[in-house]
């Protein structure tokens, strides 16, 4: 089964760094031809929008609420795709997703079909 697996969250304080990476697992696919999104679930909430990536579609996008503080990445080589995160506050403290899909690069949850169980990102302030 296709899996994803979100790794580098923990707990910072307010005004730091954090890098979250997303690599396969299980049947390995190629990400690069692929939609990446981070979506993120803050305690009590629903999950919400973060950052998307086409590399086939040329295109990313943000929500407004991490613009200018939030960036994504890829490595083709290695399979992966990176969310750096600076100037963090408490309101990202979240679990954080990562997803896939073959298609435009949506920002819309219910669009992608491969998921990654999380990872816990706490901002201290």
């Known amino acids: 089964q296709v899996q994803l697996v979100e790794s580098g969250g923990g707990l910072v304080q307010a005004g730091g760094s954090l890098r979250l990476s997303c690599a396969t697992s299980?049947?390995?696919?190629?990400?690069?031809?692929?939609?990446v999104g981070w979506f993120r679930q803050p305690p009590g909430k629903e999950r919400e929008f973060v950052a998307t990536v086409s590399r086939r579609f040329g295109r990313t996008d943000f929500a407004d609420s991490v613009k200018g503080r939030f960036s994504i990445s890829g490595d083709n080589a290695n399979n992966m795709r990176y969310l750096q995160m600076n100037s963090l506050k408490p309101e990202d403290t979240a679990v954080y997703y990562c997803?896939?899909?073959?298609?435009?690069?949506?920002?819309?949850?219910?669009?992608?079909?491969?998921w990654g169980r999380g990872t816990q990102v706490t901002v201290s302030s």
């Open positions: 997803a896939a899909r073959d298609g435009w690069p949506s920002t819309t949850e219910s669009d992608y079909n491969y």
């Open positions: 299980g049947r390995t696919f190629s990400l690069s031809g692929l939609s």
